[in-house]
């Protein structure tokens, strides 16, 4: 068990340029989340798939962000014309969601730090 | 909307003593109640889920409780390698059988000095 890998685990741009992250998942997991955390707070939620479905998307989520999970398995971030407040730790959890269960346990990847200059 | 609350914001312990870490949440209705460690520079670590008021769990010196309105995370003679982040998060109930999101809490800090 490789656990939810994320790539890159650091990156730096320039405002303006455009980024892309990628995540893998816990194999066989269907659900996937992207979470943003800033220094001192907890991870805020971004959206999620259920296999290659965007099912829910925060409304805190600009147009500049997308997301895609094309075969169901990983899944890229793209932030188009980076700004400053932009600059977080970028986090991706898996789990896997079974009909009838109370709920899915999220286990996260190691996060790609983002810092836009 | 949901909201979750962490205190207190720091926590420094001498190695042995014992404490408590609160997590207050406002929720339509609770899915799940998470507790998770991070590490700096590190991605969340999962400790524990509780359902339903009164439940509990433990996992070495750490034991979590849930009431409908808070939860508890309590740290029984500590050791220096208990010293990160914890933060909590809950899952609210939606319509059908969607669920997903987490909302988190700010996190405690907790130091424990040898």
């Known amino acids: 068990d490789t656990g939810v890998s994320q790539n890159p685990r650091h990156k730096i741009t320039k405002r303006g340029q455009n980024v892309t992250f990628r995540c893998d998942p816990i194999s066989e997991h269907n659900r996937l989340y992207w979470y943003r955390q800033t220094l001192g707070q907890g991870p805020e939620f971004l959206t999620y798939f259920q296999n290659e479905a965007q099912l829910e998307k925060s409304r805190l989520l600009s147009d500049r962000f997308s997301a895609e999970r094309p075969k169901g398995s990983f899944s890229t971030l793209e932030i188009q014309r980076t700004e400053q407040g932009d600059s977080a730790m970028y986090l991706c959890?898996?789990?896997?969601?079974?009909?009838?269960?109370?709920?899915?346990?999220?286990?996260f990847g190691p996060g790609t730090r983002l810092t836009v200059l | 909307e949901d909201q979750v609350t962490q205190s207190p914001e720091a926590l420094r312990l001498q190695e042995g003593e014992s404490s408590s870490l609160n997590c207050s949440y406002t929720v339509s209705g609770l899915r799940g109640l998470f507790w998770y460690r991070q590490d700096p520079g590190k991605g969340p670590e999962f400790l524990f889920t509780l359902y339903s008021a009164g439940e509990e769990k433990e996992k070495e010196r750490l034991k979590a409780t849930l009431t409908k309105k808070e939860s508890f995370l309590h740290i029984t003679a500590p050791k220096p390698e208990d010293s990160a982040t914890y933060l909590c998060a809950v899952q609210a109930l939606a319509g059908g059988t969607s669920y997903g999101k987490l909302t988190f809490g700010q996190g405690t800090i907790l130091t424990v000095h040898p």
């Open positions: 959890a898996s789990s896997l969601a079974i009909p009838g269960q109370r709920t899915d346990t999220q286990y």
